[in-house]
């Protein structure tokens, strides 16, 4: 079957560097997606690893590892906006996207 | 269009009416996709659409639940003898080609909020 696990809760101050993990389980694998959402709102895509190593974006970056089937999203420079629920996703070989429970990231001043 | 449109916004119904939901993906893309997303719960996904068939449908909970979409274009959910355990935000979603890579890179829209009283 196909299933992701991500920490629930993270806290973390405006300015500091924070890591959200990912481990997944599947049969047959596409990448690692991770998606962000504020309450109320739609999750907007961030970042795609469809091969292992790290992938920058701005302030953004993602890290696959398939041999561990585990990937991390990372946050720097935090501003209160960052906020939000952060979800990683992965397609497996069905071609519909199974997203993990979320992590809540919470930045405080 | 310029993103992926749901109307509406906002349903609220009772226990056992009908109710469709209807998207309106990004123009020339090709996969569209539909969610259900509870509090506090990552998306949970329902049915793919790749053009005007079903690609794979194996999300919907039970036959009270269909989607269409036969243009290849825009979609509509359809929930029969509605329940309250069907309240949630229905997310659809499109991308550009689907398939295994091309599912990765999803663009969703607002979501229609559904409460069943």
């Known amino acids: 079957g196909q299933s992701l696990e991500q920490p629930s809760e993270v806290t973390a101050v405006e300015g500091a560097i924070v890591q959200i993990n990912c481990t997944y389980q599947t049969s047959g694998f596409y990448g690692l997606s991770w998606y962000q959402q504020h309450d109320g709102g739609a999750p907007t895509f961030l970042s795609y690893?469809?091969?292992?190593g790290l992938e920058e974006t701005g302030r953004f970056s993602s890290f696959l590892s398939r041999s561990d089937s585990y990937g991390y999203l990372l946050l720097q420079e935090l501003q209160m906006k960052d906020s939000a629920s952060y979800f990683c996703a992965h397609s497996g070989n069905t071609g519909k996207l199974i997203f993990g429970q979320g992590t809540t990231l919470q930045v405080k001043p | 269009g310029a993103g992926v449109s749901q109307t509406p916004s906002n349903k609220v119904t009772e226990k056992g009416k009908y109710v469709e939901l209807r998207c309106d993906p990004i123009s020339g893309h090709t996969a569209l996709y539909w969610y259900r997303q509870s509090l506090g719960q990552g998306p949970e996904f329902l049915i793919y659409?790749?053009?005007?068939?079903?690609?794979?449908d194996s999300g919907l909970p039970n036959d009270r639940f269909f989607a269409v979409r036969p243009e290849g274009s825009v979609s509509t959910l359809k929930i029969q003898r509605t329940e309250r355990g069907d309240s949630a935000v229905y997310l659809c979603a499109s991308s550009a080609t689907g398939g295994g890579s091309g599912a990765n890179v999803l663009t969703f829209g607002a979501g229609s909020r559904l409460t069943v009283l």
């Open positions: 659409f790749q053009g005007t068939g079903a690609a794979d």
């Open positions: 690893n469809a091969l292992d």
